[in-house]
C-alpha cells in the first residue's frame, strides 16, 4: 500500500542543465499535482494532470517547464536550463476523484523532491 | 476560494490540547474547510475536513463556528511528533483541486 512516491529525493544541478522529477501516483489515482515550496514559503500549485492530459498548467512557469503524466508511467516534472531560482522542494500529490458531494479531493502528497542549483 | 488567517505561531505542552484557530470570514456557503500539516519540510498531511458540522477524526476534531467565519482545529492531546506547520484552506468540493497553502500556523509543542 505504497503512497505517493517521488524520486530523487533529492537532486542537484549546475546552471543550464536539466532536472527531471518523478511521481508514481496512489495505486488507484488518477489525478496527479506539482506543487513547489521555495525555501520558508508555503506550496505554490504548479500543473494538474490527469492520464496523457495537461487539465491545468496555470502555475507553471511559461518557460523552462513542462509536465507530463503518460499512459505508463509515472508524471514527469521537467526543467530545463535550470536556473538558481529553480532550487525549492517540489511535491507531488494524488487524488482518487476531482471532488464531489461529500467535499473537495483529498490530496494524498510524496516526500518532495529537493532541486539545490549550483 | 476565501481567503484564510491564521496565527504566525502557536506552543503547546505535551499532554495538552493544541487549539488553532481559523478565520476565513468570506467563505461561501459550498466552500468546505480543510486541514494540513507539514512537518518539517515532509510532504503535507491531510488532517480533517468538513462543511459545517463538526467533525473528529482518530487525528483530531474540527469545530466550525455556526456562521462558518471560523473554525478551530483541536489535537486532543499533544505530542511532540505533532510539531508542524498547519495550514487551514478553504475550497469549493467539485471541480475543485487548486489549493492554496498560506503560511499557516507554526505549533510548536513542548516537553
Known amino acids: 500500500n505504497a503512497g505517493v512516491m517521488q524520486n530523487p529525493r533529492h537532486l542537484v544541478r549546475r546552471r543550464g542543465q536539466e532536472a527531471r522529477l518523478r511521481c508514481s501516483p496512489m495505486?488507484?489515482?488518477?489525478?496527479v499535482y506539482w506543487y513547489r515550496q521555495l525555501p520558508e514559503e508555503g506550496l505554490k500549485f504548479m500543473v494538474y494532470?490527469?492520464?496523457?492530459?495537461?487539465?491545468?498548467e496555470s502555475g507553471m512557469p511559461k518557460e523552462r517547464f513542462s509536465a507530463e503524466f503518460p499512459k505508463e508511467g509515472p508524471s514527469i516534472l521537467r526543467i530545463q536550463q535550470v536556473v538558481r531560482g529553480d532550487s525549492a522542494a517540489y511535491f507531488c500529490?494524488?487524488?482518487?476523484?476531482?471532488?464531489?458531494?461529500?467535499?473537495?479531493?483529498?490530496?494524498?502528497f510524496g516526500a518532495g523532491s529537493r532541486l539545490t542549483v549550483l | 476560494d476565501a481567503k484564510t488567517t491564521q496565527p504566525t505561531s502557536m506552543d503547546c505542552a505535551e499532554g495538552r490540547a493544541a487549539n488553532l484557530p481559523c478565520n476565513h470570514s468570506?467563505?461561501?456557503?459550498?466552500?468546505?474547510v480543510y486541514w494540513y500539516r507539514q512537518i518539517h519540510s515532509q510532504g503535507p498531511q491531510y488532517i480533517i475536513h468538513?462543511?459545517?458540522n463538526n467533525e473528529t477524526n482518530e487525528m483530531a476534531s474540527l469545530i466550525i463556528t455556526e456562521d462558518r467565519k471560523s473554525s478551530t482545529l483541536i489535537l486532543p492531546h499533544a505530542t511532540l511528533r505533532d510539531t508542524a506547520v498547519y495550514y487551514c484552506?478553504?475550497?469549493?468540493?467539485?471541480?475543485?483541486?487548486?489549493?492554496?497553502f498560506g503560511t499557516g500556523t507554526r505549533l510548536k509543542v513542548l516537553a
Open positions: 500529490a494524488s487524488s482518487s476523484t476531482s471532488g464531489g458531494s461529500s467535499g473537495a479531493n483529498v490530496l494524498t
Open positions: 495505486k488507484g489515482h488518477s489525478h
Open positions: 494532470l490527469q492520464k496523457e492530459n495537461i487539465i491545468d
Open positions: 468570506t467563505i461561501s456557503g459550498n466552500e468546505y
Open positions: 468538513g462543511l459545517k
Open positions: 484552506i478553504v475550497i469549493k468540493a467539485s471541480g475543485t483541486y487548486k489549493y492554496i
